[in-house]
């Protein structure tokens, strides 16, 4: 179980999350809305510990990451994964040797047993054939595939999505949450999405919380925030103009 | 009143940075340092990183050597001559060489070709969340990035270094020998008598240290590198001239120690 209590985070005076409090059940998926420059990816990067709070903490069952030190830290975030925004992908590798990676780094395995664990999770996603191109000659919707891959090829007990549909077409999106249900429900890992496909996002995920001026205002099932009378979470999940947001 | 205070304001936050720099800097390399002594080591990396920086800078050092070496035969030729030195030619080639040019000048190369490019694409690396993506994979970025290239432009310095002066020597001697007629057993045996094991020693550490300078420069203005493709331009122009100042700096320095 993955819990955040009281997390504040100030960027130069800027005060991006002001006490964050949100509880998300392992095994589960919940995607996380918010309107953007709310802070959800920095929100994702304290949950995986790439940032640390100001204040408060997250406990990932029932420890504080950013109280750990280096050997715990490390084992913690071998149960991660998370598949960044622009896929991350290390652009002087081929698609092949970037979904290895983990494995090559990380494990004592014999290449050929690498070779098939990556060709059977390139297959997974749908990227049979694409091994031996390079990030910078494959399309974003390919690379955010293959980011994916490589997460999940170590396994992973949760997994973090920062946007992972955003900048592709309707199509290749939906492919996209396909992909990320099935192997939620396959390989039961926790998945936490952040998203601004509203309402695609909804039939995906088990639950929604929603990050509003740096504290979270909603958490319920997709089903009790489409019929949410908050006028804020109304306005956002209807993109209405007319309402408490204001457009800056 | 308070405008009389504006300038110590300006002069009190400029400190205020440079320190403020100053550490994180040192703290860079402290932890960087702590990385090389512990295991694992990537060996493979680091002769990856060697090639990179090495191999890669190899044809610079071939021409620019060769030619400050019969720079330099040409211009001291002539000021000997007013003294009727000329034999001397060798020894004086050899030693500005050695001593100083060899060291500084192929330094300042591995700088332009490099550093540059090393603090680019760690810049580019931090910029699209490559180094955030190994961290997340619980793989130390220092452990992976920044250590192999300090051990490989330490080691490879040296070697260039070498490539320089040897290669320089010889475009003087092609200058003294076939331009300006000097006996191949002068230029030679000047050079023999007057170079010491002290003199190598001298280039050596040299040019070791500013293998450690231009990489720990390079890696940490990379790592901490500003936003988008304006914030690696900037860095990769700071890591240049940082590297290239403190190279001429530091020579002085190290110079001034060693000849006491």
């Keep these: ?248 | 009143m308070s405008w009389i205070f504006i300038p110590f304001k300006i002069i009190g936050s400029y400190t205020h940075r440079f320190i403020r720099e100053l550490g994180k800097m040192g703290c860079f390399i402290a932890v960087s340092l702590f990385w090389i002594v512990f295991p694992p080591y990537l060996i493979q990396r680091v002769i990856k990183q060697i090639n990179f920086i090495g191999v890669k800078t190899t044809p610079v050092i071939v021409l620019t050597g060769s030619f400050t070496g019969m720079v330099l035969a040409l211009q001291t030729y002539y000021a000997l001559a007013k003294f009727g030195a000329e034999s001397s030619l060798g020894p004086v080639v050899a030693l500005s060489l050695i001593r100083e040019l060899g060291p500084v000048i192929s330094a300042l190369m591995v700088t332009g070709c490099a550093g540059s490019a090393l603090t680019a694409e760690i810049g580019i690396m931090r910029i699209t969340e490559q180094i955030d993506a190994l961290d997340a994979m619980a793989l130390n970025p220092y452990k992976y990035l920044i250590t192999p290239n300090i051990l490989a432009g330490v080691l490879s310095l040296p070697l260039l270094n070498a490539i320089f002066v040897v290669l320089g020597v010889f475009g003087g001697y092609a200058i003294s020998v076939g331009l300006m007629d000097l006996s191949s057993g002068t230029y030679f045996q000047g050079i023999r008598d007057f170079i010491k094991t002290q003199d190598i020693l001298e280039g050596l550490y040299k040019s070791l240290s500013f293998g450690f300078l231009i990489t720990w420069i390079s890696c940490y203005k990379g790592y901490f590198t500003g936003y988008g493709a304006e914030g690696v331009s900037k860095a990769t122009i700071q890591s240049v001239v940082l590297s290239s100042v403190l190279i001429l700096i530091w020579d002085y320095f190290m110079t001034s120690i060693m000849i006491l």
Excluded at chain 1, 37 to 51: E, N, P, R
Excluded at chain 1, 209 to 230: H, Q, R
Excluded at chain 1, 240 to 246: A, F, K, T, V, Y
Aim: net charge positive.
């Design chain 1, 1 to 248: 179980m993955i819990k955040v209590v009281d997390l504040c985070k100030s960027f130069k005076g800027h005060e991006v999350l002001s006490g964050v409090n949100l509880t998300i059940a392992g095994g589960y998926s919940t995607a996380l809305i918010g309107g953007s420059g709310q802070g959800k990816s920095i929100l994702l990067k304290h949950i995986i510990g790439l940032l640390r709070p100001d204040k408060g903490k997250v406990l990932i069952d029932n420890q504080d990451i950013s109280k750990l030190r280096r050997r715990p830290l490390k084992q913690l975030k071998e149960r991660f994964g998370i598949v960044f925004q622009g896929g991350a992908l290390f652009d002087s590798l081929t698609v092949f040797d970037n979904v290895a990676f983990p494995l090559r780094e990380k494990t004592r395995l014999k290449e050929p047993v690498i070779r098939d664990k990556v060709l059977h999770e390139l297959s997974r996603v749908g990227l049979s054939g694409a091994e031996k191109k390079y990030p910078s000659e494959i399309s974003g919707g390919m690379k955010k595939r293959v980011a994916l891959a490589r997460c999940l090829i170590m396994n992973p007990e949760i997994v973090l999505f920062d946007e992972p549909t955003a900048g592709l077409d309707p199509l290749i999106g939906k492919a996209i949450h396909r992909m990320i249900w099935e192997c939620q429900k396959s390989c039961k890992f926790t998945a936490i999405i952040v998203t601004h496909e509203i309402p695609a996002i909804f039939s995906i995920v088990d639950s929604i919380a929603m990050l509003y001026n740096g504290k979270i205002i909603f958490t319920g099932t997709p089903e009790e925030i489409k019929v949410s009378k908050d006028p804020v979470v109304h306005q956002f999940i209807h993109g209405e103009l007319e309402g408490p947001i204001s457009l800056k």
